[in-house]
């Protein structure tokens, strides 16, 4: 099991920059592929960046390619989000995801309860 809590959310204006953390606790933090979704309101969660176990790889998703940059730190079993030049499209519930898979079809998900990015024009 792991436990993820995200925090450093808030209210920002658009072009300002907010730092989103995930402090997990539990098993082996860098066992795990860490990453974040968001939720607009009326929309689907989606995919916004990830990071693989060592850090080494980052991927993220084409909307916030050049403005959000992710990455960890395995000694504090943390993840982070720098999300710079925000615009209000940005608004949404921010969730930390952690990953482990065996095979394709099978391992382990776990998320965050979310905190709340809301960017004012």
């Known amino acids: 099991q792991v436990q993820l809590v995200e925090s450093g959310g808030g209210l920002v204006q658009t072009g300002g920059s907010l730092r989103l953390s995930c402090a997990a606790s539990?098993?082996?933090?860098?066992?795990?592929?860490m990453g974040w979704f968001r939720q607009a309101p009326g929309k689907e969660r989606a995919f916004v960046a990830d990071?693989?176990?060592?850090?080494?790889?980052?991927y993220y998703a084409d909307s916030v390619k050049g403005q959000f940059t992710i990455s960890r730190d395995n000694a504090r079993n943390t993840e982070y989000l720098q999300m710079n030049n925000l615009k209000p499209e940005d608004t949404g519930v921010y969730y930390c995801?952690?990953?482990?898979?065996?095979?394709?079809?099978?391992?382990?998900?776990?998320w965050g309860q979310g905190t709340q990015v809301t960017v004012s024009s």
């Open positions: 995801h952690a990953e482990l898979r065996w095979s394709p079809d099978s391992g382990e998900d776990y």
């Open positions: 539990g098993r082996t933090f860098s066992s795990y592929r």
């Open positions: 990071i693989t176990r060592s850090g080494s790889s980052t």
